[in-house]
């Protein structure tokens, strides 16, 4: 069960730095994919930047559709959201090769991934880096949060399949939002 | 002590989503700012998009200058990092009011950050989304590594003074570099 999380908390779910799961749909058919390359660029509304590669089967749904899912996973999740990352959805129905769920979202296309803590909905706000960079900015139209899933651990990526788990939580008086 | 560290592991520092000091250097003035919005866009030469917003002083320099310095610092330093965060270049100098030692960099003005554990020396490849976001790609020139800190965890910021420290490492069969 998705529950609504407000468009202003959702940079506190993507500044960490956590793996995630992009999902894209073209021709009725959705791709998932495993992605580290994102960053925040403005808290409300969310503006969101992200490098898809041409490389990837997802590229061009993302590009003709200028729509995706931001799904973000736990730890429990780590060996999925790996062999997503490990094939590609030219070959392959990656939600059924994995046994994700895909849930309809509400503003766009592609699928919310059931087994995620958060999704957020994604529309391509911005291509002017994408030629040069494959860099996409994407704006959140709507973001959802799984409230039966407690204090997740996200991972984060150190290159070649060392993965780092979330730890210890500590409070530091700021200023910063 | 500060040695080399190839440019093609830069990414495995900053696809973790740590939070990072940046320093400037502009008319013989080093500043630092806490950032965490930034990402990998390109493995090697490694480039790097970060947000730093015109609020901000250390814009400013960065802007005109065209260089900085991206630092990681390790949980020990979290006080600092947050201290450094929480008050403007503009008043103060934050070097000596947070006890961090600026070093001299090799291809660029602004200093590197002794007390962390890896330093990036940076210049900007890409203004035009400066005007817009506040996005700036920047190419990492050279990089170096404190062989002295072992293991160091980073921390990762949720919003308002609430970090996630690195925990448990684990390794997963991945074809992802």
Chains 1, 2 share one sequence.
Not at 60 to 68: D, I
Not at 124 to 152: C, G, H, S
Request: aromatic share 6%; proline share 7%.
């Amino acid at each position: 069960m998705m529950k609504d999380l407000p468009l202003s908390k959702v940079y506190q779910l993507l500044e960490p730095g956590p793996v995630v799961l992009l999902t894209t749909s073209r021709k009725g058919r959705a791709n998932v994919m495993t992605m580290s390359w994102h960053m925040m660029v403005e808290f409300e509304p969310p503006l969101v930047a992200c490098v898809v590669s041409k490389a990837n089967h997802s590229f061009a749904a993302l590009r003709a559709t200028g729509e995706c899912i931001i799904a973000i996973p736990a730890l429990e999740l780590a060996p999925k959201v790996v062999g997503v990352g490990n094939c590609s959805g030219r070959d392959l129905d990656k939600f059924a090769a994995f046994g994700l769920t895909p849930m309809p979202a509400k503003r766009v296309a592609p699928p919310l991934v059931a087994e995620c803590f958060a999704n957020l909905e994604c529309k391509v706000a911005d291509t002017r880096l994408v030629n040069r960079y494959n860099l996409f900015i994407l704006e959140v139209l709507k973001a959802w949060r799984d409230p039966a899933q407690k204090n997740p651990k996200t991972v984060h990526h150190h290159g070649y399949g060392t993965f780092v788990a979330d730890g210890e939580t500590i409070k530091l008086k700021s200023k910063m939002r």
